[in-house]
T-cell receptor
Framework: KAGVTQTPRYLIKTRGQQVTLSCSPISGHRSVSWYQQTPGQGLQFLFEYFSETQRNKGNFPGRFSGRQFSNSRSEMNVSTLELGDSALYLC?????????????FGPGTRLTVL | AQTVTQSQPEMSVQEAETVTLSCTYDTSESNYYLFWYKQPPSRQMILVIRQEAYKQQNATENRFSVNFQKAAKSFSLKISDSQLGDTAMYFCAFIRSNNNDMRFGAGTRLTVKP
């Protein structure tokens, strides 16, 4: 099976812009989670989607949003970008989103905000 | 709040030797899972090993094993016969019942020296 794919792999934006990142889960996986990784804050949970519904959300401002499509692909959107949004954004998929599932991570999207 | 602490920011080990990475966590939950993930320079997060809290037996995956001490809330990773390809950041992670908010430690950078 193909792994989790994320597009684009690298992105450069300027402050105030918005950005959309995409994640395609492993075939058959219905849960997608998003994480932000920065040198200062480490890995932080953003949100999790299952069957097109957001089930869990981390402690991030409303500028961070996401959605999931019927084919389980997910997008996350960051509006009004700030310098501090520069990070590696990782998505992970799992079959059912149960905590017993293993989450499989994609290669990440490196976002740089100038 | 659930927290994960990795007290060793960096470690090094000679090839073929054994190294142990420490992790402690804090939770009031009784049902949870613990993981060790590896992140090599490519940035792809790879699952190394997982442990269900209700299982007393320590998990083992080839050269990787854990020492799970539930009462002490400790979850250390032992890497035997270290290989150059083991050089990576290692993250300890925790996920609790009914919530897919995976919490990560700050990571331990492991360098395997030839």
């Amino acid at each position: 099976k193909a792994g989790v794919t994320q597009t684009p792999r690298y992105l450069i934006k300027t402050r105030g812009q918005q950005v959309t990142l995409s994640c395609s889960p492993i075939s058959g996986h219905r849960s997608v989670s998003w994480y932000q990784q920065t040198p200062g804050q480490g890995l932080q949970f953003l949100f999790e989607y299952f069957s097109e519904t957001q089930r869990n959300k981390g402690n991030f401002p409303g500028r961070f949003s996401g959605r999931q499509f019927s084919n389980s692909r997910s997008e996350m959107n960051v509006s009004t970008l700030e310098l501090g949004d520069s990070a590696l954004y990782l998505c992970a998929s799992s079959p059912s989103g149960s905590i017993a599932d293993t989450q499989y991570f994609g290669p990440g999207t490196r976002l740089t905000v100038l | 709040a659930q927290t994960v602490t990795q007290s060793q920011p960096e470690m090094s080990v000679q090839e073929a030797e054994t190294v142990t990475l420490s992790c402690t966590y804090d939770t009031s939950e009784s049902n949870y899972y613990l993981f060790w993930y590896k992140q090599p320079p490519s940035r792809q997060m790879i699952l190394v090993i997982r442990q269900e809290a209700y299982k007393q037996q320590n998990a083992t995956e080839n050269r990787f094993s854990v020492n799970f001490q539930k009462a002490a809330k400790s979850f250390s990773l032992k890497i035997s016969d270290s290989q150059l390809g083991d050089t990576a950041m290692y993250f300890c992670a925790f996920i609790r019942s009914n919530n897919n908010d995976m919490r990560f430690g700050a990571g331990t950078r492991l360098t395997v020296k030839p």
